[in-house]
C-alpha cells in the first residue's frame, strides 16, 4: 500500500474538509466548524425547522417541497457596483503576501494563482512542478479538478432540464432503482447535497482499495453497491451534506436519458460549447500531457487538513493516474488555470442555461455547522455574492470562484493534495476574507 494505513481513517476530514472548502486552514475558522462524525451531524446542527434568510433570487420558485434550510443570500445582479473592485498597486500587494503566507504554510509542491477583473490580471506561482527534478511549477499544465467536475455534471442536468428531458422534482427510484429512499429523494436533492445518500468515499474498504490502486478497476455499479451496504445518513431535505454518490447517481441519470456516456455529454455540450481547449473528461487513467507530478503527502498531513505538508521529512508519494471511472461525474475532469476563470464565469452567470434556471441553481443552503454564510446551490458552492466550486483528489488540489458584480474571478491550482485537503481554497478564501470582508460573514 501506497500510503500511511491511517490515511484511509478520514471519514471526518474528507467530507467537513470539503464541504468547509478549505475554511480549516484559516486562522480562528476551524474551532468554529464543530466536527463530524462518521456520517452523523455536525456538532453545531441548524433548528429542526430553521427560517431562511432572504435572497434577491428567492421568488424563483423550487421544485421541491421540503422544510426550508437556511439558505445563502446572493446576487444576480452583474453589473458592477458604487465602489467596484480596482486590481491596483495596493490590491496586487496584497494577493501577492496571501499568496505567499498560505503557500509556505500549505508546503504545498507547486501552487498557482490567478485573478481576473475586467481587462486586469493578476499571477503568481511559486513551488515545483516535480519535486525530483526541482523544474519550476508550470501555470499553464494540465491538473486533476477532481469535486469542480460535479459543477459540469449538474449544468449537464439542468440543460436536460431545461430540455424537458427531466424534472427536478424527479426521484431518483425513476432512474436508479433500489437506493434507500429513493422514492423520495429528488434530482434537486442529488443537486443540492440534500439527499441523505451514504457517501461512497467514506466506506472504508473502499479507501483502502483506492488508496492502495488510483487505478483500480471500477464502476457506476460498484459504487451503488457501496451506498447500498449503509444506511442513509439522514432523511431526504433534512440537511445540507456534502456527498460524491450525489453526482455519480446524477451522471447515471444523465446516461440513461440521453443513451451516451456522461463524460461523453459534458465535452460536448459544455466543453466544446465554451471551447475550454485544455479541459476535459478523460477516457482513462492518465493525465494528459503536459501536466505537473502529482503528490500525496504523508505523515500528519496524511490525516490532518490542517497539517503542513512536510515533503522533506515525510516523502510524499507520486500519483499521476486515476481511474475516471472511480470518480465518475463527482470528480474525474482535468483543466486547466485558465479554462477554471472561463468556467468560474459560466458557473456564475449561466450562458447555458434559461435564466430562471441560473436562479435556481444560485440559490444555496447553508452547510451545518459553518461559521460563514457558506453553502450549497445546484452544483456549486456559493458564499455571499461568489459562486465557484473546489476540488481535491489524490496529487491535486483546485479552486475557482467569482463574484459577478465585482467582475471578479480567482483560480488556483497546486499539485499536491490528499482526497480531502484543499490548500488552494484556503488561499482563496484568504483572498475574499481581506479584499472584500463584507463578504465573509
Known amino acids: 500500500m501506497p500510503f500511511d494505513s491511517d490515511h484511509r481513517n478520514a471519514t471526518f476530514t474528507r467530507r467537513r474538509a470539503l464541504q468547509l472548502g478549505g475554511l480549516l486552514g484559516l486562522t480562528g475558522v476551524a474551532a468554529a466548524c464543530g466536527t463530524d462524525d462518521a456520517g452523523g451531524p455536525a456538532t453545531s446542527a441548524p433548528p429542526t425547522t430553521p427560517t431562511p434568510t432572504s435572497s434577491s433570487v428567492a421568488s424563483v420558485p423550487s421544485s421541491s417541497s421540503e422544510s426550508a434550510l437556511p439558505s445563502v443570500t446572493t446576487s444576480s445582479s452583474t453589473s458592477a457596483p458604487a465602489g467596484a473592485f480596482v486590481l491596483d498597486d495596493a490590491a496586487m500587494a496584497d494577493l501577492d503576501a496571501i499568496f505567499t503566507e498560505q503557500f ?12 481576473w477583473v475586467g481587462g486586469k490580471t493578476w499571477e503568481k506561482v511559486s513551488g515545483v512542478k516535480d519535486l525530483e527534478s526541482g523544474a519550476a511549477f ?3 499544465e494540465t491538473v486533476r479538478i477532481a469535486s469542480i467536475t460535479k459543477s459540469f455534471c449538474a449544468t449537464a442536468v439542468l440543460q436536460l432540464v431545461d430540455a424537458g428531458s427531466v424534472k427536478l422534482d424527479d426521484v431518483l427510484e425513476t432512474y436508479v ?3 434507500a429512499n429513493g422514492e423520495e429523494i429528488t434530482v434537486e436533492l442529488l443537486l443540492g447535497m440534500r439527499s441523505g445518500i451514504f457517501d461512497f468515499t467514506s466506506d472504508d474498504k473502499f479507501l ?6 488510483p487505478t483500480m478497476a471500477w464502476s457506476n455499479a460498484d459504487t451503488v453497491a457501496v451506498i447500498k451496504k449503509h444506511d442513509p445518513l439522514f432523511a431526504p431535505g433534512e440537511k445540507v451534506s456534502y456527498c460524491d454518490s450525489n453526482y455519480v447517481l446524477l451522471g447515471m441519470i444523465v446516461e440513461k436519458v440521453t443513451g451516451r456516456p456522461a463524460g461523453e455529454v459534458i465535452n460536448e455540450s459544455l ?6 481547449p485544455k479541459t476535459v473528461y478523460p477516457a482513462d487513467s492518465s493525465l494528459p500531457e503536459p501536466h505537473p507530478t502529482g503528490y500525496v503527502p504523508t505523515g500528519p498531513a496524511a490525516t490532518d487538513p490542517q497539517a503542513t505538508f512536510d515533503n522533506k ?50 440559490q444555496g443552503n447553508r452547510f451545518d455547522g459553518v461559521p460563514i454564510n457558506l453553502g450549497y446551490g445546484l452544483g456549486c458552492e456559493v458564499l455571499n455574492d461568489f459562486i465557484g466550486h473546489n476540488g481535491a483528489v489524490l496529487g491535486f488540489s483546485s479552486v475557482v470562484m467569482r463574484y459577478p458584480a465585482m467582475d471578479f474571478t480567482v483560480a488556483a491550482v ?28
Not at 466543453?271 to 475550454?276: N, P
Not at 482563496?428 to 465573509?440: G, H, M, R, S, T
Open 104 to 115: 509556505t504554510k500549505s508546503g504545498i509542491a507547486g501552487m498557482a494563482a490567478k485573478v
Open 138 to 140: 508550470v501555470p499553464t
Open 177 to 179: 432503482p433500489g437506493i
Open 208 to 213: 483502502a482499495d483506492f488508496d492502495a490502486d
Open 271 to 276: 466543453v466544446a460549447e465554451l471551447d475550454l
Open 313 to 362: 521529512k515525510y516523502p510524499p508519494v507520486v500519483v499521476n493516474d486515476v481511474n475516471p471511472a472511480v470518480p465518475a461525474t463527482a470528480g474525474a475532469m482535468v483543466s486547466t488555470l485558465d479554462d477554471l476563470a472561463v468556467w468560474g464565469r459560466e458557473l456564475a452567470e449561466g450562458s447555458l442555461l434559461k435564466p430562471e434556471t441560473q436562479a435556481l441553481r444560485l
Open 414 to 441: 497546486g499539485n499536491e493534495s490528499t482526497n480531502f485537503s484543499t490548500p488552494t481554497s484556503t488561499f482563496v478564501y484568504a483572498v475574499i476574507q481581506k479584499l472584500f470582508p463584507d463578504q465573509w460573514k
